[in-house]
Each structure stands twice: as structure tokens, then as C-alpha cells.
């Protein structure tokens, strides 16, 4: 058996484990909760929980929620949501915002240490005297404050008596640095903003790069593992460590998802949210987790498509058809089959029975009251031929019939084998059917085909050997249900929806045509009581999952995915 190559990240645990640097392993996922999960999150999900899992470790869900004017629970909540669906628990659940006490402390051991001041530059001052990659950068006059004299106003700071952007806490280190990070990075600002957790008890709130690692050292997380843009702030990562002496965690960087057609930063979701150009979160064209599975993505789907992308160093864009494969393979394999119509055209077996009479008993005797309804047969259909032991089910079949409208031409074009005046087809279980009458209406719109049906071919096969070129789907009239069944495209036209000409957003680049709702189909009356999330293979159209809009009676579908990649 061929041995699966390790990744880097797994190369490096490996060598970590067996040099004894760690005993175990300890990932994270440490979102920001501004926003719903995306599929790059999943990414980062799989990765994270993944490794865990693989070399009998942890993995925990943090919380990074250090900025208190974008946080909102809703989005805890459905952070949590996502990645149990995804398929994994975590071991620890924490929030940034509990570490505020010991941030505080450990930044107050800082300045005691002289390795941080309390600067009074504004925000503007603070990047003009920074410098340029190119040339050094300037002190803060404020640099050589006494510890006492920034005890005291970091106390102030915290106690809420300056108002926000007049004063910061800053890392004392290098201002001459190549390392544009280490140029008196900034520790703290003044937020007069109340927090989803902590309310208003702070008022100073700590930088990302000062909160990550310090959270990451105190949930003594071994590999922390982030996306390559954050490979500048390492050694500042490393420094904050060192400089307070704590739990060494280390920082590593991998190549982020970017997948084309698709926009992956929570912001410009956000904005497609808020400017409803979609209908939430949750809509079936959002790249978010509750996107997608609304969409009809299963979580195995999703974890497939991150083993097959991989982990790298080095950024890329993936093809979006991956993805698409990804799902295909997954409910190949499970989807319940039925057939659907969705653009129904009626036809009318003129040779097949019309009614059948039975008499209707009451209290044991027969009453004599005769009832009608169409003469029916329920024939054998399979379930899901990947899988012999989802079965089959029984699918009626009468007179009336609906085909899809694309099945039949009138004057059929080359290559088009399938129902035409004088053509014999299959229909799917049922019978061969030859159309011998088009009926139109006053338009000219063609209403219905009339045809007649050979009963030796039951079953769908001819005793005397004789082929036919198609098999179509079909549902009976009298015993379908309705649905309305949307069909998606990409939620952008262009392959790079962020490459705009001056002046245009990713905005302007949205598919107005992205959405196509079919008010009017016909389903076999084997799903009527389908739940939302239930996956289907609709015969030769798709899979489509049961929309969350969906009640009895009034069936709402999402095509998944067509059966083929069509672009
Ligand atoms: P966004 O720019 O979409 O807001 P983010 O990186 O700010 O993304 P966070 O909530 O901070 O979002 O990210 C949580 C984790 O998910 C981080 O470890 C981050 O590196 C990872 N992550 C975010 N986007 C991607 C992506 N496209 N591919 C892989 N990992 C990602
Ligand atoms: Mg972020």
C-alpha cells in the first residue's frame, strides 16, 4: 500500500514529537466572530482538528474576540454550529476576552520590565514616525517615560479616564528594525465600546498581536497555525514570549484558501448581506459553511475537498469545480434517487387503460358505491445503484405522464435522439413510448404529445431485441406533487471578482443572473414528506437538497450541483 507523504505541518509535528520538544499536540481554531464561517475557515478547521486528531491531541475553539465594536453572539453561535456540523469537537472552548485580566497584567509586567510605554502620538503620528521599510524609523518622545509615570497612566488608561485615540500602550523594541513589526508595535488602545462579554468593565482592548500568542501560550497550544499573511508578525509572536517568559508556543503559516468565483473575506460577505444582493448568511450561493450546506454540501463533501486541496506554503487559487467534484462524489454515493420533472409537458398514453372502478366497502360489506381513479401500476425503481442496500421503491405510473419539455422536439435536430413525432423512447422503469400526436394551442405552443405504449417492454427492455436511443424521466400526473425547485450559478461573472477597473467593487461584478426559480415542477410522491438538508439525486438533472422554505405540500429544492461539470 502506498504511504500518504506527510505535509510540512506534519513533518514538523513529527520531528517535534520525536526530538521530545512536545509530548503532545495542541491545535486551535481561533476565529474572529464578525461574521459566519466560510469555506476557508473550513480549511483552516480541518487542518487544525485534523492534526489533533491524527497524532491523538487537541484541539480547541477560541474565540478571538479582542475587538468589541464588530463582535455579535449571533456569530458565536453559528461558528459553534459550523464546525460541529463539520464534523468535530472541540476540546477546550475559550474566548480572548477571558484572558483580559491576564493580559493586563502580564502588559503591566512589560513596562516594568521597560519593554513597554504608554505613547501619546496620534494613530497618524504613530505611522509617519514608523518610517518606511526603506528608511528607519523615529522615537516616540514619549519613549523614555519612567515606569512609574506609565504604571500610572496605563492605570488611567484602563480606568477609563482618557478618551479614545489619545493614548496607546507600545512595545518597546527596535524603531531602526527592517522588521516593520518590531517598530514599537501597539499593545492596547482606548475603546470606550461595550463588549459582547465583558460589557464595559474594559475600555482598553488589546491588539491582535499582543492578545494571539499570549492566548495561545496560556491554552498551551503547540502549533498555532495561521494563514502566510501573518509570517511578518512571527518573530514579534516570538518576542512577546520571550519577553514575558511563558509557555513557548510557536507560529506557523500556511497558504490560505482562495477559490476562484468566489470572495472569501467576512467583510465583502458582510456587504453582500447587509446590501442584500443575497438573502442572508445562509443563502445557497454564499461560499459560507451555512451557505453551502444549505446549498446541499455535506459535511464529508467539505472535508474531502480539504484533503484534496491540501496544505502548501505557497498561495494559489483553486478551481471551483474541485469543490463541485467533491460533493458529486459524496452523494453519489448516498443520495436517494427520484425523478423529477421541471419543466413539465404532459402526455397522454392513448392505448394505456384509463380508469380502473372498484367497489368501496363500508362497515365489511360491499356498499355498491363505485369509485374511479386512473388505472395505476407501481413499478420497481432503485433507490441509489451505488448502494444495493438502499433498496427500491414503487413509482406510479398511469396514463397522463409529464416529461421534461427539453426531451421532446418537434422537428428534431441532428444528434437529437430523444422524443420526437414517430420516435420511440424509454421511459425509466416504465415502458417504451412511441409519440404519434403533437397538440398546440391557439399560440402554437405545443400543450401536450399524445402517444402509445408497447406492453411487452415493461420494465423498460424489449423481448424482441429492439433499441431505443434515450431514456427519459417522467413523473404520472395524477400522482405527482409540486415544488418549486431554484437552480444557481456562480454568485460572480468573472474568475477574479476583486480585479475591477477604477472606480467598480467586487459589486459590479456579481451574475445577475445567478438565480433561476422554477415555480412549477412535478415530483414522484415518494419524497412529499421531505425534510430540509434531505439529499436527492433528481434523475438526470442533479442533486438537490430540500430547502429550509420546504413544507408539506408546498416542496421547495436546491440543486446541489449538476450530475456533470458543464463549464
Ligand atoms: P476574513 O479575512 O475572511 O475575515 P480572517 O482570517 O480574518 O478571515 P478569522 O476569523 O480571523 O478570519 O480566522 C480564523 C482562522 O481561519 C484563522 O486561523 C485564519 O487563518 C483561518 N482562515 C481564514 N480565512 C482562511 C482561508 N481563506 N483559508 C484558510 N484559512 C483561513
Ligand atoms: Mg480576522
Not at 498555532?224 to 512577546?240: G, N, Q
Not at 503559516?253 to 447587509?274: D, H
Request: charged share 25%; proline share 5%; hydrophobic share 35%.
Amino acid at each position: 500500500m502506498e504511504e500518504k507523504s506527510l505535509n510540512f505541518l506534519e513533518e514538523i509535528i513529527e520531528a517535534d514529537l520525536k526530538s521530545g520538544k512536545h509530548k503532545t499536540v495542541h491545535t486551535r481554531f481561533p476565529p474572529e466572530p464578525n461574521g459566519y464561517l466560510h469555506i476557508g475557515h473550513a480549511k483552516s478547521i480541518c487542518l487544525n482538528f485534523g492534526l489533533a486528531i491524527k497524532y491523538g491531541g487537541k484541539c480547541n475553539l477560541r474565540f478571538d474576540d479582542t475587538n468589541p465594536t464588530k463582535e455579535e453572539v449571533e456569530y458565536v453561535e453559528s461558528i459553534r454550529e459550523d464546525v460541529k456540523w463539520l464534523g468535530f469537537q472541540w476540546d477546550g472552548e475559550y474566548f480572548a476576552s477571558d484572558y483580559f485580566q491576564q493580559l493586563y497584567d502580564w502588559a503591566i509586567q512589560l513596562i516594568k520590565d521597560e519593554k513597554a510605554y504608554v505613547c501619546d502620538l496620534t494613530q497618524e503620528q504613530i505611522s509617519i514616525y514608523r518610517g518606511t521599510p526603506q528608511t528607519p524609523g523615529t522615537e516616540s518622545p514619549y519613549r523614555d517615560r519612567s515606569v512609574e509615570e506609565n504604571l500610572d497612566l496605563f492605570e488611567r488608561m484602563k480606568n477609563g479616564e482618557f478618551p479614545d485615540g489619545t493614548r496607546v500602550l507600545r512595545a518597546k523594541i527596535d524603531m531602526a528594525s527592517p522588521n516593520m513589526q518590531f517598530r514599537d508595535p501597539v499593545l492596547y488602545r482606548i475603546l470606550h465600546s461595550e463588549h459582547h462579554r465583558t460589557g464595559n468593565a474594559w475600555c482598553i482592548y488589546p491588539m491582535y498581536d499582543y492578545a494571539h500568542g499570549q492566548s495561545d501560550s496560556i491554552e498551551k497550544i503547540t502549533h498555532s497555525i495561521c494563514t502566510l499573511e501573518f509570517d511578518v508578525h512571527r518573530p514579534l509572536y516570538d518576542w512577546l514570549i520571550e519577553a514575558l517568559n511563558i509557555f513557548p508556543s510557536h507560529q506557523y503559516e500556511f497558504a490560505r484558501l482562495n477559490i476562484n468565483y468566489t470572495i472569501m473575506s467576512k467583510r465583502k460577505l458582510l456587504q453582500l448581506v447587509e446590501n442584500n444582493h443575497v438573502w442572508g448568511w445562509d443563502d445557497p450561493r454564499m461560499p459560507t459553511i451555512s451557505g453551502l450546506r444549505r446549498r446541499g454540501y455535506t459535511p464529508a463533501s467539505l472535508r474531502l475537498f480539504a484533503e484534496k486541496i491540501g496544505v502548501s506554503k505557497r498561495d494559489n487559487v483553486i478551481d471551483v469545480s474541485l469543490l463541485e467534484w467533491c460533493v458529486r462524489e459524496d452523494l453519489n454515493q448516498t443520495a436517494q434517487r427520484v425523478m423529477t420533472v421541471l419543466n413539465p409537458l404532459k402526455v397522454v398514453i392513448t392505448n394505456y387503460p384509463e380508469t380502473s372502478t372498484s367497489l368501496s366497502h363500508q362497515s365489511g360489506s360491499l356498499s355498491g358505491v363505485e369509485t374511479t381513479e386512473p388505472y395505476t401500476e407501481y413499478l420497481d425503481a432503485i433507490n441509489n445503484p451505488e448502494n444495493p442496500d438502499a433498496g427500491t421503491r414503487k413509482v406510479p405510473f398511469s396514463r397522463e405522464l409529464y416529461i421534461e419539455r427539453e426531451d421532446f422536439m418537434e422537428v428534431p435536430e441532428k444528434k437529437f435522439f430523444r422524443l420526437a413525432p414517430g420516435v420511440e423512447v424509454r421511459l425509466r422503469y416504465a415502458y417504451y413510448i412511441t409519440c404519434n400526436e403533437v397538440i398546440k394551442d391557439a399560440e402554437g405552443n405545443i400543450v401536450e404529445l399524445r402517444c402509445t405504449y408497447d406492453p411487452q417492454t415493461k420494465g423498460g427492455g424489449s423481448p424482441d431485441g429492439r433499441k431505443v436511443k434515450a431514456t427519459l424521466h417522467w413523473v404520472s400526473a395524477n400522482h405527482a406533487i409540486d415544488a418549486e425547485v431554484r437552480l444557481f450559478d456562480r454568485l460572480f461573472s468573472v474568475a477574479n471578482p476583486d480585479d475591477v477597473e477604477e472606480g467598480k467593487t467586487f459589486i459590479d461584478n456579481i451574475n445577475p443572473n445567478s438565480l433561476q426559480v422554477l415555480s412549477n415542477c412535478k415530483i414522484e410522491p415518494f419524497i412529499k414528506s421531505t425534510k430540509p438538508l434531505d439529499h436527492f439525486q433528481f434523475e438526470r438533472l442533479g442533486y438537490f437538497t430540500t430547502d429550509k422554505d420546504s413544507k408539506e405540500g408546498q416542496l421547495v429544492f436546491n440543486r446541489t450541483v449538476s450530475l456533470k461539470d458543464s463549464k
